[in-house]
Structures are given as structure tokens and as C-alpha cells.
């Protein structure tokens, strides 16, 4: 049940386009910004398959320069830390 | 549940990714998002400011039920403008970590055991009246923190000053902003910044003085980048001990040694004058000349006694006074290149040129605190570059509500929530608003922070009360300090959120609701007043730090004091609060106004808010007529002081041969005790470290990584080595932060302290190094 966030650079002059493309993807969540060529994307597949073919999708984007990964997570409850006990 | 958790780290990840753009692209928006929360129609938005920092960002935390699950930066503040750093983006994660204190805990039979609440709170006030039985008054004390809403002090303040008749109250603060009150105390006569942070918009010359902007006031510092970005008579000068992101962001970086501050910024005064660059207009209408002690001491002795005695100077004493701070006599002390103090006194002294200069804990943490404050204030009003858009000098604050609870309610030993212990007239003024016998509270100060806790180590002090802080993990020396909390016949109450190095030597433990877990109020670095709603419920017996106190005085038998219900208690207070001050110096906005808004700045009078104080175009409490008015000194003048460079308290020598600096990072909250158990940001930075110049390392035979004894006269501490990380000390110094406490650094510094302000200098002490 992975999610993962990015920072989505589009090529030059391709943010709207950009920003459809990833939206008609299944599992996508885009955020531009207002004021930067600069989109975040958030995704959210259902199982490792899924996000094995999203990868696949995104890969193909051609108006995706470049994407860089700033979290993520499987969904599955980690155990949490208590710091002050180590 | 499931949907709300996912849909949490789906918040989380966008928040994680606008953080990361943030810090790449300042400036960056994404009001967009607006949209997006909509289409899921789970999340409802309320306003708040951040948890964390005392820039005081409005924050809009959206929520999904009964849990808070995302955060982003409200546009409508003007603080911050919808912006946020990577702390606040990620603060609601800080109210989930898996061992919140959920229940109330006592000691018994040297165990601690859960009870509920209220028994807890029966043991407390028991405690509190069996100890002032044996031992007096002055044998309780409650100690709090700039975290403390404004409530929370208030009450607190009015519990042990009024009711109970014991200025034994004292606040973290006093570790971090009480140079700055002295520094203008002494220099205005009256306490808090003249500007505002619409001062960034205007300057030209952005000057820091010893302080991290980029790390410290992120999102202050963003604005400041954006201002050089967009108009292009914008400089930043970093003036430091260390390399850090905001030298690398700087226009230039210029480092000097420690404690040299002082001779600079005589020396800047000494060129100023020199070449003709004072404003005499304005040094005339406005400024007078003063002196005080000299070789004034560090404190480090058990009840260490300062008062200052000032003398009136002429300005050709003063003048004479500089002849010891030519720009070549200073480069010998200070390391600074004569050419870059003349530079900098060259920009201070352009008369076209805007400048604001920043400072926080470089200069407030120092065993000359009060000087170097009212040092870098003379360098303003020389050239008469203050109380204008743009120009000025800005005392930056640490937490989030040093100036609103601290500064303001006036939760120190000295203080009142207007004016001080000493004066009969405030005494009376709080007997009146507080419903007590004239005589309650005592004339005379306690201790100051250092010295409560010397008095608890000593016996003096029985009974102490800590709320919202760690002085166990931020004490210096801090050995002393916990053998002391842990003596026999001493009796610890410790109300927090997780567990910490405080809460392991409590006899009892309060669980305290957290920020948006109740009402509150805070006050940031620029008079700015802010009120949040309770947003989510506190998990368990949770309490807010308020109602705690309240629940205690009532036992001691103040329910006439503390009469009001647990629906309306933060209004009423506030609304009690606020008549201490009525006038057009510090009006407060009522609450009706402050629920409303994101912050309103003080002196709020007649619907306004105050930007520039001193200055009548925007000042009510100015005489008119005039073009300044410095009111908080007696003879309505702003006060230029001479005070010389004297060296630190302990500076490195053969044995002990480096500087040991302490400090932050931007990921971390003070000890970590909320950002370390929030996953992204724990990820960012899991571990302090040691900067070491990579010199020193060679000589050391240490590589990034590799573990390093820090070895002071008081204690050591061993940690990893970071070389050419995000910070390079000069050789001879090393960094440390302090939020991590399985590295207590505190263990190794020196309780010295400024002994005007009784605020410890956390910034030099001498160690030595060894390869672990
Ligand atoms: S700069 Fe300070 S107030 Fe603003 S979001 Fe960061 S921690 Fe919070």
C-alpha cells in the first residue's frame, strides 16, 4: 500500500500539460504550485502491482523532465519510537 | 479509521514535498491545494499559530474528525503569507507520537505508578501547603517556559506572586531572550521591538549578528531572499563564529571570534563617528549618553549579586571612549579584518541605505548579553536608522511565546504582568485586578533561573513546579542541577506531553493537553498577539497547563481568584489580563477581535494596530509634534551606552583548547522532545553531532561519522563527528546542537551568565577533544 510524494518538474513550457497527464493517471494526486514551474505529485497505489505499473506510466510522461522523491511510505502502521528510552 | 490514516499520510506526503520545494524554490505557493482538500470534502481547516518558533507563523491545521491531519501556512497571516518551514509544515504529527503522557503518575515506593488526575492534583496542592508549612513561602516555585500560553503564565503568575505571596516564578525564557529585555530596558526604558517584519520589505542592508536565520527564522529568512530576488538593492552580511546556510545564502560572510562582538560594534561606532556619518539632527532631539559598571563578573558563584550603576556621559566622553575601537586595534582582537568593519559601518552609515539588523541567541546567550544588545542599538541611533519602515534594530525570539507569556504576563522572579515587584504602584495595581489583600505580594526577588535551580540543589527551594520544558536536557552544568532535583526531601511536579529527561526525575507527573488540544493565546517576536481555538481533544486526562493551576489554587482554597468555568476560563482570563495594559503604550486587543484575526500587534488602540513604535505617523502613544519619541526613558531619549569588550567567562587555553559553541537546526524543536517522534523529520536529522573543522579532524585522526569525546572542567559528552556538513566552525571550535538528549551537551557547558540579564551563555565555554 505504498504512497509516495514528488517534486514534478515539467519540460519547459509544459506545466499544464504536465499537470493533465498526471491527473488521467490512476492513483495521482497533483498539486501545482502557483507561481513556480514546479508540481507535487502524491500516489497512492493500491498494492505493489499498481504502483509497479504507475512507475511504468511515468516513466513514459514526455512532458516530465525530471521527478524526485520526497516521501514514502507503506501504509502498514510502523511501530513508533519513544527517543528518550534509548 | 483506516481512510484516516491513509488519508493522514497522504496529507503528510504533500506536506513533506511543498516543505522540500520550499527550501528550494523560497518563495514557492501552493494556495491551490484549496482545491484539492474540497474534492475529498473530509478535511475542515482552522486557523492556529505554528507550535514551534517565535516568528509566529499562522498555520491552518485541517482536520478529519476527531485528529488533526495536515497543515499548511494561512495565507491571511501576515507573518509568514501562506508560507510554512519543514517543522511546521510537519507540527500536527508532533501531538501522535506513541508514547504521549496520557495519564497522570506518582511516585510511590521509588516507582511511578498511574492515578487518576484529580488524586494527582490532591497531592500537588498537599504538597505545595505542607512544604510552605515547613519551610516557608519562598521554599516553592513554579518554573515555566516562553511555550506557556499567555494563560498559562497568567495564572501561574497570579497563583504563586499573588495568592501564595512568592516571587519564586521563572520561565526558560530567562535562557534565552532576558538580554534582550535588559538590552532594552536600558537603552529605551521600555521592552519589545520598535519594528515589525514588514521591515524586510523596505531595508536594503540586512545585517545578522551571530545568528542562523536560515536555519533559526526560516520563513523570515525566505522573505528576506525573495526582497534581494526581486528588487536589486538588497545585501545580506552574515556576521558570525561559524559558517552556516545563511553565510552560504549571504552576500557576504564575515566570521569573527568569540565574545568580539563587542569590540566590532564599538569599532562600526568608532568609523561612523569618524567619518561624519552621525545624525546629528536626530542625535541631538533624541539620544543621551550613559555609562555603568565595568568588569561586572560571570556569576558563577552561588547568589552572585549585580546592580548596575549608570552615569551620565557627554558625547565627547563617549567619543573619547572609542578611541580603544579603531578598526586596527579591533581586527587584532576580533580576527575581523579592519576593511570589513569599515565596510559594515560604511552601510550603516550610508544615509540613503536602509538597514535592519537581526539577532537571537548569538547575542542574547552571551555573559555580556545587555552590552552587545545596547551596543548594535548605539550603532542604530547614531546614524538614526530605527522606528522606520525598514530601519531599525530586531531582537528575533526563540519560542513561539517568549515575548507573549514571558515578556508580557512578566513570568520572572522581578517582574509583574505590568512593571516589577520592586515598585508599590504596579504591587497595587495587581492586589486591585487579582482581588487581594494590599501587601500580597513580596517587594523583594527570588532567583533567577541559574540560581532556582542552585537553591533546589542547595535545600532553599523544596517544592518546584515545571511546566512545558526540559531543564533537564537545557540547564548548563547541567550535573549539578539534576543531582540536585533528584535530593531527598525535594518534590518535582513535571506537567508534559512525552516523556524526557525532566519527567525521569518527577515525584509527580501531570499529563498536559497540547497547542491545538485547547484555547490559547501566544505572542511573537513583533508584539503580535495570536489566539487559537481548542481544535482537536487531548487524548486521556490530559489538562491544559491553565487548568492545571487552576485546579491547585482552588484546593489551596483561591476559588475567589480562579472563579470561572472550564468552557470560558481562556476569555475571561485574557479579558482580566488585559487591563494591566490599558493606555496607549501597550494596549491588548480584545478577545472578540483576536478570535477573528490571524494576530493583532499591540498598542492596539482605537481598531489600530501598531507597526513602528517611537514613531508618531504610526505610534498613538508619541507626543505630537514631534518626529521621534523615545517615552520609556525619563528624559523621553533613547540611551546610547558605553560599554567595553570584555573577554568570556572561560576561553580556551593549553589543556581545554577549543571553543564548544551549542545551538540548533531547523528540523528540531529545542530538546526534540516533539520533532524527534514526528518520522520525517526525525529521518532528516535522527542524531547530533560535533562540527569539527576538517583541520581539526585531520589532526584528531577523525572522519565524518567516527565518534568524538568532548571533554570540558564540568563534565563530557561523546558523539559523532560532522565535517563539512550543513555548518564549518573555524579551527579551534566546535558545534553542537542540542535537541538530542542521548547527548546531553549541557552535561559540558558552563552556568556563566550576562550579570545584568541572569540570562547563561550557551555560546562559549573551553573543551578539549579526544578520538572515542
Ligand atoms: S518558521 Fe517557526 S513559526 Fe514558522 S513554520 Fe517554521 S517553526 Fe513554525
Redesign the pocket.
Known sequence: MPIFAYLAIPVEGGKDTLAAELTALPHCEVIPADNKDILILVTDAPDEKAERNLQNKLQKISSLQSLSMTFGCSDQPEKERGDHES | MNLDRRSFLKCAAACSAMAAAGSIFPGISFADWKKQEGASGMITWKKAP?R??G???GVLVGVSGDRAVAVKGDPNCSV?KGL??V??YHSVQALYGADRITTAKVKRDGKMVEVPIKEALDIVAAKIKETIDKHGKNSVAIYGSGQWTIPDGYVASKLFKGCLGTNNVEANARLCMSSAVTGFMTSFGIDEPMGCYEDIDHANVFITWGNNMAEM???LFSRILANRKRRKDVEIIDFATRSTRSSQASDKSILFKPQTDLAVANAICHEIIRNNWVNWDFVNKHVSFHKGKTNIGYGLEDKFQFADQEEPLTFDQYKAFLDDYTPEKVEKISGVPARDIKYMAALYGDPIKKVTSFWCMGMNQHTRGTWINNLVYNIHLLVGKISTPGSGPFSLTGQPSACGTVREVGTLTHALPHGGVANAEDRAMAEKIWDLPAGSIDPKPTYHTVEMFRALDRGDIRFIWIQVTNPMVTLPKLKRYREGALKEDRFVVVSDVYPTPTTDVADVILPAAMWIEKEGLFGNSERRTQHWEQIVPPPGEAMSDTWQIIEVARRLGFEKQFPWSETEYIGKIWEEYRRFHEGPKHNMAPYTVLKERSGVQWPFVNGKETRWRFNPVYDPACDKGRDFHFYGQKDNRAWIWARPYEPAAESPDKEYNFWLNTGRVIEHWHTGSMTMRVPVLYNAVPSSYVEIHPDDAADLGVVNGEMVKIISRRGSVTMPASILGRGVPPRGQVFVPFFDERYLINEVTLDAFCPISKQPDYKKCAVKLEKA
Request: aromatic share 8%; charged share 5%; proline share 7%.
Open positions: 505554528c514551534f518558533c516568528t509566529g507563523c509568514n510554512c518551514c517543522k511546521g527564522h526560516p520563513v
